[in-house]
């Protein structure tokens, strides 16, 4: 195996030369520089990651915090956090909280463990006091899917409101007045976001908001397919369908087949997050794009600015699109 005294001794410098040109410190001439990288390419000298890391007092590493390591969002929102970071030749570590508030804390108690340079978070369950004191910790912090006053200028969410009220209000266009809605968990800030977004659609058409017609379910697939049936047997008279997300849209379209049923016919549903399925299901299903991908573009990009005290304004709010397909109906059409 090649050392760094083999390169020292072909460039003819110092050892404390070559460990300053492989961190990019300015103090090197560039003459030696070019030396040093000449005798490491002739030589194919590859560096230890540990000991750069210990010299440059950097890990060169990015750890991530996420809800789950599977499904249509995180994946999507990993593989292009992971990507972007790449890129700048980083690595990304990725654990997961699984919902818990102690599995959360301990995820970030690992992540800093690891002397990681950046911290990205996405939870759903530590506090705004615990995520401000975090971000103390590890500076260079991004917040997501989450607003923290104190650290505004570190998060970066949709504009789930806005999401809920789109979704709603394409339904109340289309002549629908009696419109439920199937919420994703409650102790979810999307979920209650998504939530006002619809009660704001219902107060401007001058629609009741009627509790009989919200159920709660999850945006995994548990127990969906019950809030489904509940949900349709407590009113007969529903005829449009606000499903906080596409898994929730799937139970809706089993429900639906089960007793007979035709979507975009007999009833109109909308769901939310546009996953790669949802224009392959039949029919196809109008719901609300949720730009994941783009979220772990700005996540990335954003904790690499922070990292390199860069001044690059960060996309704080993304704005969510109504994708238009099959599955509404024109009441009475």
Do not use: W
Not at 40 to 58: D, T, V, W
Not at 77 to 103: A, P, Y
Not at 128 to 154: F, G, M, V
Not at 252 to 262: A, K, L, P
Request: charged share 25%; with cysteine; hydrophobic share 35%.
């Amino acid at each position: 195996m090649i050392t760094i005294k083999e390169v020292s001794e072909l460039a003819q410098v110092s050892q404390s030369t070559v460990s300053r040109a492989l961190n990019g410190h300015p103090t090197v001439k560039e003459a030696n520089r070019a030396k040093v990288f000449a005798a490491i390419e002739k030589l194919g000298y590859k560096p230890n990651a540990f000991a750069q890391a210990l010299a440059s007092s950097r890990s060169n590493s990015i750890g991530m915090l996420v809800g789950s390591l599977d499904g249509p969002f995180y994946g999507p929102l990993m593989h292009m956090t992971e990507d972007t970071v790449r890129q700048k030749n980083l690595h990304l570590i990725v654990t997961s909280g699984q919902e818990s508030h102690d599995k959360e804390a301990d995820s970030i108690r690992f992540l800093q463990s690891r002397q990681v340079d950046g911290l990205i978070i996405h939870s759903d369950k530590l506090s705004d006091d615990e995520l401000i004191k975090i971000a103390q910790q590890t500076e260079s912090t991004i917040i997501l899917n989450r607003y923290i006053p104190e650290l505004a200028e570190k998060c970066i969410c949709i504009d789930n409101e806005l999401g809920g009220y789109l979704a709603t209000k394409h339904l109340l266009e289309n002549g629908h007045t009696t419109v439920a809605c199937i919420t994703g968990q409650m102790s979810k800030i999307d979920s209650r976001d998504r939530l006002q977004g619809y009660r704001n659609a219902l107060a401007e058409y001058g629609i009741q908001y009627d509790t009989n017609l919200i159920v709660e379910g999850r945006f995994d697939h548990d127990g969906n397919h019950e809030a489904v049936r509940r949900l349709l047997d407590r009113n007969e008279n529903i005829t449009a369908i606000f499903c906080q997300n596409d898994n929730i849209a799937l139970a809706v379209y089993d429900v639906c087949s089960e007793r007979g049923i035709t979507i975009g016919k007999e009833l109109s549903v909308v769901g939310f997050d546009n996953d790669t399925y949802s224009q392959h299901i039949r029919p196809r299903l109008t719901t609300v794009n949720f730009p994941v991908r783009e979220m772990g573009v700005e996540a990335a990009n954003g904790v690499l600015s922070l990292l390199n005290q860069d001044k690059q304004s960060l996309r704080n709010k993304l704005t969510p699109e109504l994708i238009i397909r099959d599955s509404v109906s024109k009441l009475g059409e």
